[in-house]
């Protein structure tokens, strides 16, 4: 089945309402949590996380299988109890406030859970009778929600019938009718083919404005593509958290520069490459009949001079010229996110009883 977006701009005319408590304003904290930890046993699936989330804000939830984003987006959402601590959603208390709160969220689950024998129309006008809509504003609630994410062609068929990719519209739809000042989605984007997940990036791009929202994703690119912050957690406890950029600044390849020529290099010419000024190493790769080569560097990035007014790209660019390369391409690595990602997290290919190990060890 077939579930392409039109090649209307339906994104940039679903109308976002002013939404949340009275006199809110732009930057405010929406979602605060401190030290939320959660227990099934004898394992804690969160420890003791704290972080807050803002109006305006996006953030991008990251974290290996296990790492406990689920767990915390059912705490914070009021569908698991914390073991201990707190979370506050526009002002509510998840624990002795849960209604008020889950009043001001919207929430796409994981699996993105529906009735599979009802039509998503049905579904939608079910759940605008649970957010107490009613009448003409239940109306434009639902055809709104449906312009959005692009279910006309479906409306009325059972959910059971429904492509992955369409399903999971159908729940990013009810997370959005009652337009809600906070949006907590998990993976809003499985399932879909590129052109939906460009459409879906947008949708929340533009709601974001007004809205505090909470994105869990695999799709690193996602997090560039959208997020304004990412908090990345690890066995249940973040191990970082700073805007996309902060994160890839910490990568190897910051500040690295890339090059990739035809055929192979001697050892005379990589070390040409090597001593040139700002350079601490280099890899070199081999790619079929081309040779890709990424020199590290300790100072300055690949457009700073290194040596006087020489750029290392420039640098790097001379020899390639003077040695009479084929040069494929030369350019500055900004630094790359997956392996920030796989230098902080372990535990999708670690279990926790051999990290103790390592660390008595250690």
Same mark, same amino acid.
């Given at each position: 089945?077939?579930?392409?977006?039109? *090649?209307?701009?339906?994104?940039?005319?679903?109308?976002?309402?002013?939404?949340?408590?009275?006199?809110?304003?732009?930057?405010?904290?929406?979602?605060?949590?401190?030290?939320?930890?959660?227990?099934?046993?004898?394992?804690?699936?969160?420890?003791?996380?704290?972080?807050?989330?803002?109006?305006?804000?996006?953030?991008?939830?990251?974290?290996?299988?296990?790492? *406990?984003?689920?767990?915390?987006?059912?705490?914070?959402?009021?569908?698991?109890?914390?073991?201990?601590?707190?979370?506050?959603?526009?002002?509510?208390?998840?624990?002795?406030?849960?209604?008020?709160?889950?009043?001001?969220?919207?929430?796409?689950?994981?699996?993105?859970?529906?009735?599979?024998?009802?039509?998503?129309?049905?579904?939608?006008?079910?759940?605008?009778?649970?957010?107490?809509?009613?009448?003409?504003?239940?109306?434009?609630?639902?055809?709104?929600?449906?312009?959005?994410?692009?279910?006309?062609?479906?409306?009325?068929?059972?959910?059971?019938?429904?492509?992955?990719?369409?399903?999971?519209?159908? *729940?990013?739809?009810?997370?959005?009718?009652?337009?809600?000042?906070?949006?907590?989605?998990?993976?809003?984007?499985?399932?879909?083919?590129?052109?939906?997940?460009?459409?879906?990036?947008?949708?929340?791009?533009?709601?974001?404005?007004?809205?505090?929202?909470?994105?869990?994703?695999?799709?690193?690119?996602?997090?560039?593509?959208?997020?304004?912050?990412?908090?990345?957690?690890?066995?249940?406890?973040?191990?970082?958290?700073?805007?996309?950029?902060?994160?890839?600044?910490?990568?190897?390849?910051?500040?690295?520069?890339? %090059?990739?020529?035809?055929?192979? %290099?001697?050892?005379?010419?990589?070390?040409?490459?090597?001593?040139?000024?700002?350079?601490?190493?280099?890899?070199?790769?081999?790619?079929?009949?081309?040779?890709?080569?990424? %020199?590290?560097?300790?100072?300055?990035?690949?457009?700073?001079?290194?040596?006087?007014?020489?750029?290392?790209?420039?640098?790097?660019?001379?020899?390639?010229?003077?040695?009479?390369?084929?040069?494929?391409?030369?350019?500055?690595?900004?630094?790359?996110?997956?392996?920030?990602?796989?230098?902080?997290?372990?535990?999708?290919?670690?279990?926790?009883?051999?990290?103790?190990?390592?660390?008595?060890?250690?």
């Amino acid at each position: 089945m077939s579930a392409a977006f039109t *090649g209307r701009d339906t994104i940039t005319d679903f109308r976002i309402k002013t939404a949340g408590p009275a006199g809110a304003a732009t930057g405010e904290a929406m979602i605060v949590i401190d030290g939320l930890t959660k227990r099934f046993g004898p394992f804690t699936a969160v420890d003791s996380i704290s972080f807050s989330v803002a109006r305006g804000e996006v953030l991008g939830f990251l974290g290996p299988n296990g790492a *406990g984003k689920s767990t915390t987006m059912k705490m914070v959402t009021g569908f698991l109890t914390p073991s201990e601590g707190t979370a506050r959603v526009c002002g509510h208390d998840v624990i002795s406030d849960r209604l008020a709160a889950q009043r001001t969220i919207g929430y796409l689950p994981e699996g993105a859970p529906a009735y599979g024998d009802m039509t998503p129309r049905s579904f939608l006008q079910f759940i605008s009778r649970i957010r107490a809509l009613k009448g003409a504003a239940a109306d434009r609630a639902i055809s709104e929600a449906v312009e959005a994410t692009e279910l006309q062609g479906v409306l009325d068929q059972p959910i059971d019938t429904l492509s992955k990719g369409f399903r999971r519209r159908v *729940g990013l739809a009810q997370a959005i009718l009652h337009n809600p000042p906070v949006l907590i989605m998990d993976e809003p984007t499985d399932g879909l083919d590129p052109n939906q997940k460009h459409e879906v990036r947008k949708l929340i791009k533009r709601m974001s404005a007004d809205k505090a929202i909470v994105i869990s994703t695999h799709i690193l690119e996602e997090v560039d593509a959208i997020c304004s912050r990412a908090l990345i957690i690890d066995r249940g406890r973040v191990v970082a958290d700073g805007t996309p950029a902060e994160l890839i600044s910490r990568s190897r390849y910051h500040n690295a520069v890339t %090059l990739t020529v035809e055929g192979k %290099l001697t050892v005379q010419s990589a070390e040409m490459l090597k001593a040139l000024p700002g350079v601490v190493s280099m890899e070199a790769t081999p790619r079929g009949n081309e040779t890709v080569l990424t %020199l590290f560097t300790a100072r300055g990035t690949a457009t700073q001079a290194v040596a006087g007014d020489v750029t290392l790209i420039d640098a790097v660019a001379r020899v390639g010229r003077d040695q009479g390369w084929i040069v494929r391409s030369l350019y500055g690595e900004p630094g790359r996110l997956d392996e920030v990602f796989r230098a902080l997290t372990r535990s999708d290919i670690e279990s926790p009883i051999a990290a103790s190990s390592e660390k008595s060890v250690a």
